[in-house]
């Protein structure tokens, strides 16, 4: 009886094992049938994944040249008016090349969380919020070089909330900060 157990044992795992493997080779065979190929494909293109994958931009540091700064530059033919634009620098910074949007940006990344949005939502309670002419009109009173130094160097106000030393971002520069305090108070209404 034990011969006719093993026996029986053995025959089905073999049955098992060749199943499997008619599986496997028949899912391989629907992959070499229906899958693509690299170079049939242009979606799959080394170029095209490049493309699909190369960064947004760039981060520019004042004083350091790009890659395309460093390239020679394509032949122009001379005209009255390729030479004034070519003389013309490329801004430094992004700050300076911001002009009047430094403010705007570092409010809508920084201090709208404390103050609330652009258009009046949000912001923690007992604070000066964006636009409310009420909260701001007894702290312009006391001058704007207090309004600066309070936003770079931190204040407690009488209601306890503490103003964190530049929004509580130690890399944003003195005239970053007093930008956004521009912004804010510029659209007082």
């Given at each position: 009886?034990?011969?006719a157990?093993d026996?029986?044992f053995?025959?089905?795992?073999a049955?098992?094992?060749?199943?499997?493997?008619?599986?496997?080779?028949?899912?391989?065979?629907?992959?070499?049938?229906?899958?693509?190929?690299?170079?049939?494909?242009?979606?799959?293109?080394?170029?095209a994944?490049?493309?699909?994958?190369?960064?947004?931009?760039?981060?520019?540091?004042?004083?350091?040249?790009?890659?395309?700064e460093?390239?020679?530059?394509?032949?122009?033919?001379?005209?009255?008016?390729?030479?004034?634009?070519?003389?013309?620098?490329?801004?430094?910074?992004?700050?300076?090349?911001?002009?009047?949007?430094?403010?705007?940006?570092?409010?809508?990344?920084?201090?709208?969380?404390?103050?609330?949005?652009?258009?009046?939502?949000?912001?923690?309670p007992?604070?000066?919020?964006?636009?409310?002419?009420?909260?701001?009109?007894?702290?312009?009173?006391?001058?704007?070089?207090?309004l600066?130094?309070?936003?770079?160097?931190?204040?407690t106000?009488?209601?306890?909330?503490?103003m964190m030393?530049?929004?509580?971002?130690p890399?944003?520069?003195?005239?970053?900060?007093?930008?956004?305090?521009d912004?804010?108070?510029?659209n007082?209404?």
């Amino acid at each position: 009886m034990s011969q006719a157990q093993d026996q029986r044992f053995f025959r089905n795992t073999a049955l098992v094992i060749d199943v499997l493997a008619a599986v496997i080779l028949i899912f391989f065979t629907l992959t070499q049938i229906t899958g693509c190929d690299k170079e049939t494909s242009p979606a799959q293109s080394d170029t095209a994944v490049a493309e699909r994958t190369a960064p947004e931009g760039q981060v520019r540091i004042a004083g350091q040249t790009t890659d395309a700064e460093q390239a020679p530059a394509p032949a122009v033919a001379a005209t009255a008016e390729a030479a004034p634009a070519a003389a013309t620098p490329a801004p430094a910074d992004a700050v300076t090349a911001g002009g009047d949007d430094t403010g705007k940006r570092v409010y809508n990344s920084l201090c709208f969380t404390c103050h609330g949005n652009v258009d009046g939502s949000g912001g923690l309670p007992n604070i000066p919020h964006f636009g409310d002419k009420a909260a701001w009109t007894d702290r312009i009173a006391q001058g704007m070089p207090l309004l600066y130094e309070h936003a770079l160097k931190g204040f407690t106000g009488a209601s306890g909330m503490p103003m964190m030393p530049k929004g509580g971002n130690p890399n944003l520069t003195d005239d970053e900060v007093r930008a956004a305090v521009d912004f804010m108070l510029a659209n007082i209404q």
